[in-house]
């Protein structure tokens, strides 16, 4: 269930964010600095994976701190 959470959360944002660049970032007038922005959703998908990945597998997971958080 986690697994299936923290994918669907990965895959939301950097659908979301390249809609973003998409829409913001134009290619004739600037193509080196979408360029850049690529790179960085890239890294930032990757960065937001393994994090969460971690957090998965070395911590309480992301539904248990939910539930701990709204609990609390």
Not at 7 to 15: E, N, P, Q, R, T
Not at 36 to 58: D, H, I, P, Q, S
Not at 64 to 69: G, L, R, Y
Request: with cysteine; net charge positive.
């Amino acid at each position: 269930m986690d697994a299936i959470l923290c994918g669907a959360i990965v895959v939301h944002s950097h659908i979301g964010f390249q809609s973003v660049i998409i829409d913001y970032v134009p290619t004739k007038r600037m193509p080196k600095i979408r360029a850049l922005f690529w790179w960085g959703l890239r890294a930032g998908t990757l960065l937001v994976a393994v994090g969460l990945y971690e957090f998965e597998t070395n911590d309480v997971g992301v539904t248990e701190a939910i539930k701990k958080i709204w609990t609390a």
